[in-house]
């Protein structure tokens, strides 16, 4: 495994960049969305970092803000803020539905429902 994907496993702590947007979260968070189960999988079966930036912080051109939105649903399970909602609701669903996040999704539908 090259030194980037190495020192993140060891560490547990992992530093992405999503469409600009410079984001630290834990491995153990990142891993309940299968988009990110998929890419670590690959990583191992390379033994290299698959997705990286020129900073070695693994890169996912998506949007970042609404990306800190989903990561914050999974530390806290606390639903988006109301403005959030309102205004780029249809989005945020749209980046949950990328990265797998089922229970944001299922939290997206009930408000619609």
Not at 90 to 96: K, V
Request: aromatic letters at 8%; proline letters at 4%.
């Amino acid at each position: 495994m090259d030194e980037p994907a190495r020192k993140r496993r060891k560490s547990g702590i992992e530093k992405l960049n999503v469409g600009g947007v410079r984001i630290c979260t834990t491995r153990e968070t990142l891993e309940m969305l299968p988009y990110f189960q998929a890419l670590f999988q690959q990583e191992e079966d390379l033994g290299r970092s698959v997705q990286a930036d020129d900073e070695g912080c693994l890169f996912v051109d998506r949007n970042g803000e609404l990306f800190k939105v989903i990561i914050e649903y999974l530390r806290t399970f606390r639903r988006p803020p109301k403005e959030v909602l309102e205004t780029r609701g249809i989005q945020l669903r749209d980046e949950a539905e990328f990265y797998g996040c089922s229970e944001l999704l299922n939290e997206l539908d009930g408000l619609t429902n």
